[in-house]
């Protein structure tokens, strides 16, 4: 018997506390309920993460991260495994929930519609929990599915009919990308007898069968995570969504692909992937970069503009595969081209969530978001506009925010293996990214022409609570104060080590 | 060419069809059969795994178990919101992204 | 590609896409097919599978159907999220509660104005049917723990029986009722609150203790049946509503 008072157990209870949030949400009857119900559960997650995260600092428990769920060793049963990169995730998702809740419990006043996003956003905070924490290639099909269709329902609550649209064709890309990510696992089930993605890791070969599952895999989790050409449904989507909900999507849900996509191509199938591929998808990322920030600096609507801004900081993501084709490193996960993403990932979480809660509060103060008709906005919200140009200062990467390091720590790796190519397009991306929020910022600062407030519409825009505004600043000022504590994210990556591989078969 | 590699290569066939259907159909209707079939698709390949040991394998066989309870559910979703689209406005052109 | 989406009756759908990006397309998935049953006939030697392992252990899992013990005991972690998966659609599907609806029956007689005439022959049927598929679905659920059946396939007959009763027309389900919630949630409650247990009793969550295995796996079974069942009929009945709205029905 193993005694419960293992740090293992925060793994399952990492699924069960959302697990029982949404439960409870689905059957309690009151808003105020529900709304603090959640806030609860997201402090008590945030805590129980932090907690863990410390505990395994001061122990330096490295081999406390892998959880035999019932008992049944792989590949017969399912095993959590949490190293340096799902823990970094992890916690980057628990702030943010806790951050979008708070907000939501503000934002969401029609009980009508509290009764769906709730039990909806739990559900999909299950999902990401389980997708990082899964190492089982069936299990996790099973949690993106989850959240693919809770992040569905969630951008259908918007209820619009572009919402509706871009809610169904998000679910079909979704659905396409799933089942084609769920034909590569059982063409890889069917050639190693295997489901656990460490076993897989030890015993895959180059062959044929093993390309043609990664290539696969690839297809599905690249239309997940709208790499440039297929990124189609993404804008749409993210930005008539309602606003936590944009802020949860851009923030975290294209990261459980992308996240996947790093395990599969850089740990479980290395021996199938190919310097040549590497490189595509660092030159597909590069013109994502380029065409989202051409998109974002002619987009009509704020929300728009952040939601074409995630298309091109997605391509900076990809950079991650050239460069680590380009430093040859044994343990690619782990190395530091890897670090560099993974500290971009986080940056750009919070530095995006920001954005998108302060575009919400300025579409619920002037009822549009129409980016010409924005003039004198820096007078009337200037906690808004603020919010958004620190979140901006982040995301083109001007120190001393956490994009300007992340940004740093890329280029570091870049001309450090001597493909300054690369460099160039993380710095170009930068100024790129200037362009399309120095003209947000300059709307929003030059005189009103006339009354900015639409007449039609002054009934329905009301000034959004501080609540809110305070949740948005709180993000963006989490995003510079991430620039100061870079070690900090970097210490927890590093205390990964290779994960041990479990003994076939039997119970313990 | 095993009896089992025959299912397996005609489920590659079917899943490719269906992708096929699924990016060129614009009718939401035969999107969603498309789809479908897609998993169709993919659970035979599963079943002709499952039959290629001396015993049939009960993993693969729990995973469609799993796969169509998913894709009840992602087909129920979608129909819900197409008809909601048409409860909007009648005949529903997605706007393009701009 | 996705960016046109139709939904009318009675429309030859026009094509999105241009003929030569339709070829250019089929080459593609063609190559990529090709490729795959390659890749699948150059796989020569029969891969281990874990059919020898589930059989060995298959004594200790508490059920003596493979399937089911794979689906509730080796890998129930994916049922659950499978249960979880069905709740996603049916929270977002589920129309909100009234409180006009307290004390509302979940089954009651639509008494009120309607336009179809029940058909006598089939209510009588009915009659005969729903408690014969009630009783099949306990059969199944309750055979699955030796044979094929388990608590999906109850579930789906159960609801079979829901939908031949809406489909009926003199019978009505009150979706709004707040019972709805808490039996589309129970099966994903009761299989949580096990798996918490023996976390307590074995020290491993989802680790059935042995002596207790079968028992434990029916009640998370029984549960899961009913909410299976209740949100299978929700989804149905709930698409139903839409695609007839009671204001204009067809004819």
């Known amino acids: 018997m193993i005694p419960l008072g293992s740090v293992n157990i925060v793994l399952p209870l990492l699924v069960g506390i959302p697990l029982l949030a949404a439960i409870a949400t689905t059957v309690v009857d009151s808003r105020r309920w529900r709304a603090g119900i959640s806030v609860t559960f997201a402090s008590l997650q945030l805590l129980l993460i932090v907690l863990w995260l410390v505990t395994l600092q001061h122990t330096g428990a490295d081999a406390a991260y892998r959880y035999v769920l019932g008992g049944w060793n792989s590949p017969l049963g399912i095993n959590l495994v949490a190293d340096g990169l799902a823990k970094v995730l992890l916690l980057i998702t628990a702030v943010l929930v806790l951050v979008l809740s708070i907000y939501s419990a503000i934002y969401f006043t029609d009980p009508a519609k509290t009764t769906r996003f709730w039990p909806l956003w739990w559900l999909l905070v299950t999902g990401l929990n389980a997708a990082f924490i899964g190492a089982d290639a069936f299990n996790i099909y099973v949690a993106l599915e989850m959240i693919g269709l809770a992040a569905v329902a969630l951008v259908g609550l918007a209820g619009t009919r572009t919402a ?51 290539c696969l895999i690839s297809i599905g989790l690249l239309l997940k995570t709208a790499l440039l050409p297929l990124h189609f449904w993404l804008p749409p989507a993210h930005a008539s969504a309602p606003a936590p909900v944009s802020a949860a999507l851009s923030a975290l849900v294209v990261k459980v692909s992308f996240y996947l996509l790093m395990r599969f191509w850089l740990d479980v199938l290395t021996p199938a992937t190919t310097e040549l591929a590497m490189n595509l998808l660092g030159i597909l990322g590069a013109g994502a970069i380029f065409w989202g920030c051409i998109a974002a600096f002619r987009a009509q609507r704020l929300k728009l503009v952040v939601a074409y801004s995630t298309v091109a900081q997605l391509g900076y993501m990809f950079l991650l595969f050239p460069l ?65 140009a620190i979140a901006g ?105 290779e994960p041990p591989i479990p003994g076939v078969g039997g119970m313990q | 060419m095993s009896q089992e590699m025959l299912y397996c290569a005609a489920g590659i066939a079917l899943f490719g069809i269906g992708m096929f259907g699924v990016i060129v159909a614009t009718h939401i209707i035969r999107k969603l059969i498309a789809v479908n079939i897609m998993g169709i698709a993919v659970f035979m390949v599963l079943l002709a795994t499952a039959r290629h040991g001396a015993v049939t394998d009960p993993i ?17 979703l979608c129909l819900w919101l197409a008809l909601q689209i048409r409860l909007l406005g009648r005949g529903t052109k997605g706007e393009p992204p701009r | 590609m996705f960016l046109k989406l139709e939904f009318k009756e009675n429309q030859a759908t026009s094509g999105e896409l241009s003929t030569t990006t339709r070829v250019l397309l089929a080459i593609a998935i063609v190559a990529l097919g090709t490729s795959l049953i390659y890749a699948i006939l150059s796989a020569g030697k029969a891969p281990p599978d874990l059919a020898a392992q589930v059989a060995e252990k298959l004594d200790l899992s508490g059920v003596g159907n493979p399937v089911t013990a794979v689906l509730l005991n080796f890998r129930s972690y994916d049922t659950l999220l499978e249960v979880a998966v069905l709740l996603v659609v049916a929270v977002a599907i589920m129309p909100p509660r009234l409180s006009s609806s307290a004390g509302k029956r979940f089954l009651f007689v639509n008494d009120t104005h309607n336009p179809h005439v029940p058909d006598p022959i089939l209510l009588n049927l009915l009659k005969w049917l729903v408690p014969l598929a009630i009783l099949l679905g306990g059969y199944l659920l309750w055979t699955g723990a ?21 489909l009926g027309g003199r019978h009505k389900f009150a979706w709004e009722i707040s019972g709805v919630r808490l039996a589309s949630s129970l099966g994903l409650l009761v299989f949580v609150t096990v798996a918490a247990t023996n976390a307590f009793i074995t020290g491993t969550t989802l680790q059935y203790p042995i002596d207790h295995a079968s028992t434990l796996i029916l009640l998370v079974e029984t549960f899961t049946t009913v909410s299976i069942a209740t949100i299978l009929l929700l989804l149905f009945a709930q698409l139903k509503s839409l695609a007839d709205p009671p204001g204009e029905m067809h004819q």
Not at chain 1, 454 to 471: E, Q, S, W
Not at chain 2, 60 to 72: D, E, S
């Open chain 1, 324 to 388: 680590v084709a380009a430093s040859h490193s044994p343990s690619s996960i782990t190395g530091a081209a890897a670090a560099a993403v993974v500290y971009f990932i986080v940056a750009h979480a919070l530095a995006k969530a920001a954005m998108f809660l302060a575009a919400g509060n300025i579409q619920m103060f002037n009822n549009h978001d129409t980016v010409d008709k924005l003039q004198g906005l820096a007078r009337t919200q200037p906690l808004a506009v603020l919010t958004f």
């Open chain 1, 164 to 214: 509706l649209t871009a809610a169904l064709r998000y679910a079909l890309v979704g659905l396409l990308g799933s089942l084609c990510y769920l034909l590569g696992v059982s063409l890889l089930y069917r050639t190693y007898g295997t489901l656990d993605l460490a076993q897989l890791a030890t015993e895959t070969q180059a062959d044929p069968m093993t390309a043609a599952s990664l």
């Open chain 2, 60 to 76: 693969p066989h729990a995973m469609v178990l799993t796969g169509i309870v998913v894709a009840v559910a992602g087909t129920a």
């Open chain 1, 393 to 497: 200062v982040s995301l083109i990467g001007l120190p001393p925010s956490g994009g300007f390091i992340a940004k740093w720590l890329l280029l570091n790796v870049a001309i450090g293996n001597g493909v300054w190519w690369w460099a160039i397009v993380v710095l170009g991306g930068g100024l790129l990214a200037a362009a399309y929020i120095g003209r947000v910022l300059h709307v929003a600062f030059s005189h009103p022409v006339a009354q900015t407030i639409d007449t039609d519409n002054a009934n329905a825009a009301r000034h959004p609570p501080g609540g809110m505004v305070l949740c948005a600043l709180a993000l963006a000022a989490c995003s510079i104060l991430l620039g100061f504590n870079a070690e900090w994210i970097l210490n927890l990556l590093d205390a990964s080590v």
């Open chain 3, 146 to 166: 030796y044979s094929p059946g388990g608590a999906f396939q109850a579930a789906a007959v159960i609801a079979g029986a829901g939908v031949a009763l809406s």
